[in-house]
């Protein structure tokens, strides 16, 4: 049976039911994404433009950076477009949209997961930090990250796209996720809601697991510490990484491994339009709130000596 839903595409409903609601939502997105762009932005060019920050941490970094434009440019621009107009997305628009989003949502799991396992090998080995993070295996966990999240893509969107859709192709979302598009189907899913399960394992709470077992061990260093001076500058190393990983899971873990019920939909779509649009946002603005080398970077890039001030 050929999928009508192929040569019509879909309506992304969204919150077609408060169009005053949509209206304000277009003013937020918009203004996320522009900050997105800013900041992200500017985080890879301080990476780049100044060697101080020339380290596997900045390095990481300023991939999840190069990460969090991709994400927002792929799903943003058509999001705005059904905020403030028509609804509708195409097939083609759908699966690029889809592919796009699955692939780089994977990859950020694990390079939070890697940035964790770096922090680990700051705090816990600092004399061979150097030695073990070296330039050689920044590039190949990078690269093994950016692998997995398009083979997870490949794996997941075409079962997703081909399931039989309901006439009326309504999606309630802002995007083509793929739980979204499994309440969509009038056929059998199973195969898709296990492979949802083993996914959703794999890359979410493996890797969450990781950065927990790396936050736990960094938590016993830090409590054998004694100088305050070395607690400090062990918490100010963390603490950014730690509430970007808290407020991204939290995030997804809501969209897709929420319970099958309206009420966990209607919430999973809040949580859903924060972890496409608003994370991407807060993440340039905690590094550079709560990083201080980055704001010395910032501070040199406008040709300001900040360095007494910072201390």
């Known amino acids: ?26 003013v ?5 994404y522009l900050l997105t762009l800013v900041g992200n932005t500017l985080i890879i060019l301080l990476s780049v433009l100044d060697p101080r920050l020339h380290s596997p941490m900045y390095f990481f970094l300023s991939n999840l950076s190069f990460l969090d434009l991709c994400f927002t440019t792929c799903c943003v621009p058509q999001m705005l477009v059904n905020l403030w107009g028509p609804k509708t997305i195409s097939f083609l628009g759908c699966f690029i949209q889809l592919f796009i989003f ?15 396992f770096d922090r680990y ?21 990078a690269a093994v990250a950016w692998v997995l999240g398009l083979t997870q893509s490949i794996v997941q969107t075409p079962p997703t796209l081909l399931l039989p859709f309901c006439p009326h192709r309504q999606i309630d979302d802002f995007l083509c996720e793929v739980p979204s598009l499994i309440r ?5 899913t199973t195969y898709n809601e296990i492979q949802l399960v083993v996914s959703s394992f794999f890359i979410l709470v493996v890797p969450l697991s990781l950065v927990l077992v790396s936050y736990g061990a960094i ?8 100088s305050a001076q070395a607690w400090k500058r062990a918490l100010g190393t963390c603490s950014s990484h730690l509430m970007v990983v808290t407020i991204f ?16 939909q209607k919430r999973g779509k809040f949580f859903g339009l924060f972890y496409a649009v608003g994370t991407p946002s807060l993440n340039p603005l905690i590094y550079t709130l709560r990083n201080k080398e980055v704001k010395r970077a910032f501070r040199r890039l406008l040709g300001k000596d900040g360095e007494s001030r910072e201390n």
Do not use: K
């Not at 937020?28 to 996320?32: A, E, M, P, R, Y």
């Open 184 to 188: 969509l189907s009038c056929g059998d």
């Open 121 to 141: 090998v700051a705090v816990c080995q600092p004399l061979h930090y150097a030695t073990i993070i070296h330039p050689r295996l920044c590039l190949q966990l």
């Open 28 to 32: 937020v997105v918009l203004t996320s």
């Open 102 to 116: 699955m692939s780089l949502g994977t990859t950020e799991c694990i390079l939070l997961t890697v940035m964790a």
């Open 219 to 226: 938590a016993r260093a830090v409590l054998r510490i004694n």
């Open 249 to 264: 899971y939290s995030s997804v873990i809501a969209v897709y491994l929420q319970p099958q019920n309206p009420y966990a």
């Open 1 to 26: 049976m050929v999928n009508q839903s192929s040569q019509v595409g879909f309506l992304l409903l969204g919150f077609s039911e408060y169009p005053e609601l949509e209206r304000i939502l277009f």
